[in-house]
């Protein structure tokens, strides 16, 4: 809960400090087409940008950046202020193919075992064992100890479910296309819902089975290893839920993150 709390703070910064740059120049430049980078017009542009089929020879070669052509000032970069991992993201305007199981795999991972990981996990496992969230789980260093690697297990196992596996399996792109312009509340609107709803590797919204599935597999799973008391169906449905609801604060500041940087702080995303 208090991770849920942490980040809504920070995405209300990022929809308060929005609305500064509501107003801006709506004639960003439109980059070329090219095999891999499809900018459509403003009145086009569908409500989740539509990912492009682009046949290789080697379906896990090397890919143009998904950034490339895009206005600086709307990159989504591989890391926000140096820290929060951003892999996932997809720069306003870039529309990639979609990503190839090793593809899939690679952003899992880097997700899941990047430096700030250990460090995300050792705060709320500091966080949970001060307010004794699991008292089976003990106090002290032990505690510490037993809340961080499940914890971090929590995280790992979720990631590749939701990243690689599922959609893999469902043929579902669980990259975050972010709008980048249009008024604050509709894009706050889209960021929120993409826990819903996503595109799929023909470009077509569909149910976002592999979030919803994927954080209810992970939460079956970590039954194994929460104490028996923990694991009642209600706990793990309110788990499930601050899972879907972090995931969902994440893309919103995801979304608005580019506008923060450039206009509030002014440097580069």
Sequence with gaps: MRIGLHISVIC???????????????????????????????????????PQQTQTKDPDSKQAPANAGVSRSKQQPKRILGIMPNYRAVSAGAIPPPPTPRQAFKIATDNSFDYSSFVFVGLTSMIAEGEDAHPALGKGVPGFWAYSWRGFV????????????LPTVLHEDERYFAKGEGPILKRALYSSTRVLITPNYHGHNTLNASELAGRAIAQGISTTYYPSSDTSAGALAQKWGYAIMRDALTNTFREFWPDIATHVLHRNP
């Design 12 to 50: 209300l910064l990022a929809l308060g400090t929005g609305a500064l740059v509501a107003q801006q120049d709506k004639s960003a430049l439109h980059p070329e087409p090219s095999k891999t980078s499809v900018v459509p017009d403003d009145a086009a542009l569908p409500d989740a940008p539509q």
């Design 154 to 165: 929590d995280k790992v196992d979720g990631n590749y479910w939701v990243i690689f596996a």
